[in-house]
């Protein structure tokens, strides 16, 4: 599956390492440890949780990982509790098959089992030499192992069917997956009869810090490569958001509604680069659409407040020129008008607001002139002040 990934992801300029391991304990392992050894991990149902793998987020459940337990034909046994002191295969240390199996041991009650850290191809040699009891392979598919240990006499592989429920209220992770008669090989007829399995889902996690941009294409990645029919499901059935034991990443909520027209028609990292920007974009126009009721009165505001200042200038000079000042007083006070015009005059605002600009001029104007007739708001001439001047000339 991760190299099908791999390619994928490719075409898209991004390079995808896989790395081997020991399956699903060790994946946990890696992507959990500080600093981490890796970004995505492959890891089967029932192996952890969120609560002992924080920090995590899943991608979805991507297949069914059936559980294959075979067993030596000549021991009578027609359920795994039937195993009381079996030697059985049960996968190396850090697998998640053997985490499983040792769970599945436990909730069937078998007494003084003994499990061996043993690979598939490794158990599948021993179990036909006779060396172990029991096997336990877990596989998405017949492997090449699966269809040897089918295809010998002297192997049989055990049905979950009596006891199959209880195994599902037991380990609520599991389903049940059924192996069709004649669905390894129609031609050899294998197997002779249908076979119910036990299932785990196989999931995707990713490190919760992983980059945002990433996990749209891991999400599109999966559902390209697994959509299509799987050996114990059909065409559509993965990847989907559940069951998982981690939160769903939210980008992978997308399997409910399917991609955004924008990553339907357009390049990856194009429609990508769009909807963060539009994630950008609605906050601000939250924010944005208020401010523009006060726009225009703000606007406003401020282009009169340009002009309006000045009549405080203008209405001081008026008030000291009707203190009745002499002649200098008069001169000082024309002087600090006519500064006061050449700055209004350098004022520039918008065509619709020249009439209030106009009628300042305007009014320094209208002062300036009665300030030099010597004339009083009330229109009459001042009294003058000055010494008197000589009679009877």
Do not use: C
Not at 54 to 72: C, D, H, I, M, Q
Not at 137 to 151: C, E, G, K, Q, Y
Not at 286 to 300: A, D, E, K, Q, S
Request: charged share 25%; proline share 9%.
């Amino acid at each position: 599956m991760a190299r099908r990934w791999a390619d994928h992801l490719l075409r898209e300029r991004v390079r995808l390492e896989v790395l081997e391991t020991e399956e699903s304990v060790e994946n946990l392992a890696l992507i959990s440890s500080a600093p981490p050894k890796a970004d995505i991990a492959i890891v089967q149902g029932g192996v952890g949780n969120e609560a002992r793998y924080p920090g995590l987020k899943s991608l979805g459940a991507v297949a069914y990982e059936a559980v294959w337990v075979f067993l030596r034909a000549d021991i009578p046994a027609t359920q795994l509790r039937d195993l009381a002191g079996a030697r059985i295969g049960v996968g190396p240390q850090g697998s998640g098959t053997r985490s499983l199996a040792l769970e599945l041991i436990r909730a069937a009650g078998v007494a003084n089992a003994v499990p061996l850290p043993l690979r598939p191809a490794e158990a599948a040699e021993a179990l036909i030499a006779g060396e172990i009891d029991a096997a336990v392979i877990v596989s998405t598919a017949p492997t090449a192992v699966i269809m040897r240990l089918l295809a010998e006499p002297r192997i049989r592989l055990l049905d979950f069917a009596a006891r199959a429920e209880a195994y599902l209220a037991a380990l609520p992770f599991l389903t049940l997956v059924r192996l069709p008669g004649g669905s390894v090989s129609l031609a050899e007829d294998i197997p002779a009869e249908p076979v119910t399995l036990l299932a785990p889902v196989v999931q995707v996690l990713v490190r919760e810090d992983i980059h945002p941009k990433i996990v749209p294409l891991l999400t599109d990645t999966l559902s390209i490569a697994q959509r299509p029919r799987q050996f114990f499901s059909e065409a559509g059935t993965f990847p989907r958001p559940e069951p998982t034991e981690w939160p769903l990443h939210d980008a992978a909520k997308h399997y409910r509604y399917g991609p955004s027209p924008l990553r339907r028609h357009l390049p990856f990292w194009v429609a990508v680069t769009i909807e963060r920007t539009w994630v950008l974009v609605i906050p601000m126009l939250t924010v944005l659409i208020p401010l523009l009721r006060f726009g225009p009165p703000l606007l406003r505001w401020q282009i009169e407040r340009k002009i309006y200042r000045w009549y405080r200038d203008v209405r001081a000079i008026e008030a000291e020129y009707e203190q009745q000042r002499g002649a200098a007083d008069r001169l000082a006070l024309i002087n600090r008008l006519d500064r006061i015009a050449e700055l209004v005059a350098s004022i520039r605002v918008p065509l619709s607001y020249g009439r209030e600009l106009y009628d300042l001029r305007q009014h320094i104007d209208f002062v300036r002139g009665l300030i030099d007739s010597g004339r009083s708001l009330g229109g009459s001439a001042k009294p003058h002040r000055g010494p008197s001047p000589p009679t009877g000339l």
